[in-house]
């Protein structure tokens, strides 16, 4: 008899278990288009890789070394790789842009000057609220004439 009224009760629990709640968000998203995902699901459907640091009109690609890589988890969070300091930060995405509040982070210098003075751009710009737009296979994220151009990792 206690193993029919436990495989009943199994079979309740998974029955119940199994039903979204209202208002509950999907557990999937499709990824085939960015264009049918939320802000915070379209930066968080690839890791990022910066390609460019953009000055006005002066474009120039990224010092050689370890690829610098901007991720998203989708829930309010973004970290950053690469660079002399890895770095995290609380980020709220609308459909226009990020509010950056830098969190933890290391302090230590770079042997490489150009890489150095990178991470200190980056950090500066990732700091606020900024523009950006989110393509399929690029991300560009802005304030005033300074923008970063990321790729999408393979």
């Not at 009109?57 to 309010?76: M, Q, Y």
């Amino acid at each position: 008899m206690r193993i029919i009224a436990c495989a009943l009760l199994l079979v309740t629990l998974t029955a119940c278990g199994s039903e979204a709640s209202p208002g509950a968000e999907p557990t999937t998203v499709d990824t085939s288009t960015v264009g049918k995902m939320s802000p915070a699901g379209a930066l968080a459907a690839h890791a990022w890789l910066l390609d460019r640091v953009v000055h006005g009109d002066t474009d120039r690609p990224v010092p050689t070394g370890e690829d610098v890589v901007l991720a998203f988890d989708g829930e309010g969070r973004a970290t950053i790789t690469g660079l002399c300091n890895g770095w995290s930060a609380d980020v709220d995405v609308t459909a226009d842009a990020v509010t950056w509040s830098p969190g933890p982070r290391t302090l230590m210098a770079c042997a490489d000057e150009a890489r150095m003075t990178m991470d200190a751009e980056v950090s500066r710009l990732l700091t606020g609220i900024t523009a950006y737009a989110v393509g399929e296979r690029d991300l560009t994220v802005e304030r005033g004439d300074v923008g970063l151009r990321f790729i999408a990792a393979p």
